[in-house]
């Protein structure tokens, strides 16, 4: 216990050694700690730690001091610091987020919010960041098991644990490639693609990317009601992390590839508000984008003798000028466009939250275990979650990307000002009317492999119906719903109590009950998502 509170005490920085009734200055503390030394991965830094952390047990919450230097000895204090853990063979992360902070000493920093949610071993990253650039260093620490502790006191039938099992990340299948798109799972075509998406010269205007409404500091949204590109736009901008695990895309699926998606925003009004012939002039000319779109696809600069006036798109009057070969020739170019920009969306995929964490620890070591990861209420929200005597969640927010990928009708088609936004029932004529859509010419699939664009129907349940959102890192993702409406997670709660049991709308709304507690239980879990 003695050595214990110890290193508690010398890791939040309340004591400089622990030697009873002797005093010792700052500097002799490095020489009296057992500190455990280790080069950065280049050899940029030296980074030490206490080995007393090997002896906190694990569901501890505590802090570390980590002393970090040139490679010559020299102390400094980074600019930036981060730090990490997992365990080998199991593919636990760190159920806290450390956060790095400066002490006034140069060379040490405090991380706060350390806890190692199992004992056993810890292969620990440490990311430094300075003027000589950035580096990393392992440390393997073996942590002890946590003190024994009553049990739990939320449990989880097999019903129960199935449920979350299937929701977990490592559920997920591994990505298939389009079979429409020839560049699905192209690293070359992805790395074009990624310049594209963060390139505004593909507007009219010069001002607005793919980015722009999808930007990563934001979850691949943009946080606003209604998005807007060159003017404000009729909805909000879904999410990108694992669209390429969608059927239809667009809140009305208006569109059955990710790569028929990506043309749509370069030619629509209030977005990028382009033409397919300016896009393609602006590559071809472009002095990396031309030569490397050459070398990935075939198209070269002859294509230039069809671009010769600018406006070229099918609404234009300078393409009905166009003898039908030189139409055939752009279209297949610009779908080549589409096609390489999807095979970089085709690489945001969500990383394993605190739930996957929490279900992994359930799984492998039960309740107590999995306590250390999950308040009570977090707990009790995961079991309404799944509970579908209790709740509705599961009907449509299901898979570990807690979407169906299907439309639903939840009283969102009128809006305030009592406008009605028809929603999937336009969606299904405007796709199967799509040339670039999987069964047109500029499709790389047979018609066989078109299955859910042949089955596709419309019909009136699906007037007011919108594509059912992934829940994964919603919290981050403010406002909801297919206009934005919703500035909170309490407000979309709110409206699914509300919505149900109204006679004069017709909706997919069950009718269900829960108490304030109960509300408070399943935001406090759709908060680790």
């Known amino acids: 216990m003695y050595r214990l509170i110890c290193a508690l005490l010398l890791a939040t920085g309340l004591l400089q050694a622990c030697s009873p009734n002797t005093e010792h200055s700052d500097s002799a503390v490095a020489d009296i700690r057992p500190w455990l030394e280790m080069k950065t991965t280049n050899s940029r830094y030296r980074v030490r730690i206490d080995e007393h952390y090997a002896h906190i047990p694990a569901g501890e ?17 980074p600019q930036r610091m981060k730090l990490s853990g997992t365990m080998p063979g199991h593919g636990h992360g760190m159920a806290t987020f450390p956060q790095a902070v400066a002490t006034e000493q140069t060379g040490r920093m405090r991380v706060d919010g350390m806890k190692f949610h199992m004992g056993g071993l810890w292969r620990m990253r440490i990311d430094i960041n300075d003027a000589a650039g950035p580096d990393y260093a392992y440390f393997e620490l073996d942590v002890q098991p946590a003190h024994t502790r009553a049990p739990a006191s939320i449990t989880f039938s097999e019903q129960e644990l199935a449920q979350l099992n299937g929701l ?3 559920s997920l299948a591994e990505l298939q490639a389009d079979p429409s798109n020839r560049f699905s799972l192209n690293s070359a075509a992805a790395a074009l693609g990624e310049k594209w998406f963060f390139d505004p010269g593909f507007s009219q205007s010069g001002t607005v990317s ?4 999808h930007d990563p500091e934001l ?8 998005s807007v590109g060159t003017a404000i736009t009729p909805r909000h ?14 809140w009305d699926g208006r569109r059955d590839s990710l790569w028929a998606q990506a043309l749509s925003p370069l030619e629509t009004r209030g977005e990028m508000d382009n033409h397919r012939g300016d896009v393609l002039r602006y590559i071809l000319t472009h002095p990396e984008y031309g030569p490397a779109f050459e070398q990935l ?8 003798n069809d671009l010769d006036r600018p406006g070229l798109s099918p609404s234009t009057e300078s393409w009905r000028t166009l003898r039908p070969p030189q139409q055939e020739r752009i279209n297949t170019a ?3 466009v589409g096609k390489v920009i999807a095979a970089y969306e085709e690489t945001l995929q969500y990383a394993p939250t605190k739930f996957d964490r929490f279900v992994d620890a359930l799984l492998e070591d039960g309740e107590r275990a999995a306590s250390d990861l999950y308040t009570e209420s977090e707990m009790r929200g995961a079991k309404l979650f799944v509970n579908e005597e209790q709740t509705p969640c599961l009907r449509c927010h299901n898979g570990p990307l807690f979407t169906n990928q299907e439309f639903h009708n939840i009283d969102t088609g009128t809006n305030a000002a009592g406008g009605f936004d028809s929603g999937r029932l336009a969606g299904v004529i405007a796709v199967k009317a799509d040339p670039f859509n999987c069964l047109g010419v500029y499709s790389d699939a047979q018609p066989e492999q078109c299955s859910t664009l042949n089955f596709a129907r419309g019909n009136h ?3 007011g119906a919108f594509k059912t959102p992934s829940l994964r890192n919603i919290k981050n993702t403010a406002p909801y719903f297919h206009d934005g409406r919703m500035p909170s997670l309490q407000s979309v709660l709110a409206h699914y109590l509300a919505s149900q049991g109204d006679e004069d709308d017709v909706h997919e709304m069950p009718m269900f009950e829960l108490t304030r507690q109960e509300s408070d239980d399943l935001l406090a879990f759709l908060n680790t998502l």
């Open 61 to 77: 919450l505590h802090a570390w001091i980590v002393q970090v230097t040139t490679i010559d000895e020299v102390p400094l204090t």
């Open 168 to 170: 977990r990340l490592a």
């Open 210 to 213: 793919c980015a722009t409404c």
């Open 219 to 226: 979850g691949f949204g943009d946080g606003k009601a209604l």
């Open 237 to 250: 901008a879904p999410t990108l992390p694992a669209i390429a695990h969608a059927t239809w895309f667009y």
């Open 297 to 304: 696809t075939g198209v070269g600069a002859d294509l230039l």
């Open 334 to 336: 610009f779908a080549l």
């Open 461 to 463: 349940l699906e007037s």
